[in-house]
């Protein structure tokens, strides 16, 4: 029992420190923004303050882009990409202490892109932690793990909507991981969630709402919707 808290304990702590010192290097481009600021405005003048308030909002933009550029990268550098299948969550399983890590290191900056609508920069910084994704592609939704995620061309991924890769059971201890894969122009609607292990072919579209339960496979040119989602047929026009 000992063993094992202290296994876990060294764990926290190291996973800690690589979250202090990435974090940490993500505010030096702001240090450095403001040291030049104060370097050519003093701030003894009416407009010098009128001014702050421009330069507050031009550092907190720096703060944003510069914590999802040096945390993609540490993430990208280091190839710190968990694996599919069925691990122990511990600190004791290199696939458990990878995902531990890049979800210290990424849900905060997740919940940023919630926030700020910062485009096609979203997609390179969900490229940079591993996810395969095509061209003109909206994401609006929630990737909740970007390294085991691939989302086509054309495709519009609504507000709202979570795309799990990841299932915890906290009786048996342990996390399964099943990659998600969406093809080409698919539409995810509003508030729709995409559970582990699921493929969704070319051109379907998923009503708002759906649930797409584990492992199940869309069909090339279907609509989907419900709980769980279900194929909607068209109906026959009567004449």
């Known amino acids: 029992m000992t063993k094992k808290f202290d296994t876990q304990l060294i764990g926290k702590f190291k996973v ?4 202090f010192i990435v974090f940490s290097l993500g505010f030096f481009p702001v240090v450095v923004f403001s040291r030049i600021v104060l370097i050519f405005v003093p701030f003894n003048r009416l407009w010098h303050l009128i001014l702050l308030p421009f330069l507050i909002y031009i550092g907190i ?11 993609g990268l540490i993430i990208h550098l280091f190839k710190i990409k968990y694996k599919p299948g069925v691990y122990e969550y511990s600190f004791k399983d290199k696939n458990s202490v990878k995902w531990i890590t890049i979800c210290s290191l990424y849900t905060p900056m997740r919940k940023i892109l919630e926030i700020f609508p910062i485009g096609e920069i979203k997609n390179r910084y969900y490229r940079l932690l591993g996810m395969k994704t095509g061209e003109n592609t909206l994401i609006g939704g929630t990737i909740m793990d ?18 799990y890769c990841h299932i915890h059971d906290y009786e048996k201890g342990t996390i399964s991981m099943d990659p998600v894969k969406i093809g080409n122009n698919v539409v995810i609607g509003a508030g729709a969630y995409i559970m582990p292990g699921v493929v969704v072919e070319d051109n379907v579209k998923i009503a708002a709402g759906a649930v797409v339960t584990k492992s199940q496979i869309l069909k090339k040119g279907k609509t989907y919707a419900g709980i769980p989602a279900r194929e909607i047929k068209a109906k026959k026009k009567i004449r």
């Open 16 to 19: 800690s420190i690589v979250v």
């Open 61 to 71: 933009t720096v703060t944003i882009y510069s914590q999802l550029f040096i945390s």
């Open 146 to 163: 970007p390294c085991l995620t691939e989302i086509g061309s054309n495709c519009t991924i609504g507000l709202y909507s979570v795309i």
